[in-house]
């Protein structure tokens, strides 16, 4: 078992390219920056997750409905990656992806500030995302990360 760390980035003083590195020794070196394909860019953070041995990226794209793009990272010593597929009939400010029991979350911050979240049980598919559900009574005008604990478990 090798585990491996990567990370993303939005760079760039004149452009808004996707780059992304990894990390095999725990985050003490890294490999150099890598540009994901054209045609990926945004201007807002992104969000990168391992889900189901792979690693999908999700971002807002730049054009003017803001939609919810993602890919998949296949060969990481190429820097090869899916075509990107957009999320149906949905927006968003931000974006952040969190694996959770049987599936791929996606919670997003709409364009009218509400939070929201998806869910697909197949996110390579891109097709088989459920409709989005509002968060009650929560909402964001910035960035969000999502995470979660398991309570009552005792570890030994």
């Known amino acids: 078992f090798r585990r491996v ?3 993303s980035a939005v760079k760039g003083s004149n452009n808004s390219f996707l780059y ?11 490999s150099s920056w ?5 045609g990926m860019t945004s201007d ?3 969000s990168l ?11 807002v794209g730049q054009d003017g409905d803001l939609k919810i ?3 998949q990272l296949t060969d990481a010593s190429n820097n090869r990656w899916t075509d990107q597929y957009q999320i149906p009939n949905q927006a968003a400010q931000y974006v952040t992806l969190h694996p959770e029991a049987g599936g791929l979350a996606l919670y997003y911050v709409g364009t009218d500030s509400v939070l929201y979240r998806t869910f697909t049980n197949q996110p390579s598919l891109g097709n088989d995302w459920f409709i989005a559900t509002k ?4 909402t964001a005008s910035s960035n969000l990360a999502v995470t979660s604990i398991e309570i009552g478990r005792a570890h030994v």
């Not at 992304?20 to 890294?30: E, F, I, P, Q, V």
């Open 34 to 38: 890598q540009r994901l394909p054209a």
């Open 135 to 138: 968060l009650p009574n929560q």
């Open 49 to 59: 997750v391992g889900y189901g041995n792979a690693l999908y990226l999700a971002y």
């Open 20 to 30: 992304w590195n990894a990390s095999s020794d725990g985050g003490l070196t890294w």
């Open 5 to 7: 760390l990567f990370r």
């Open 44 to 46: 807002k953070p992104v």
């Open 69 to 71: 793009n993602i890919t």
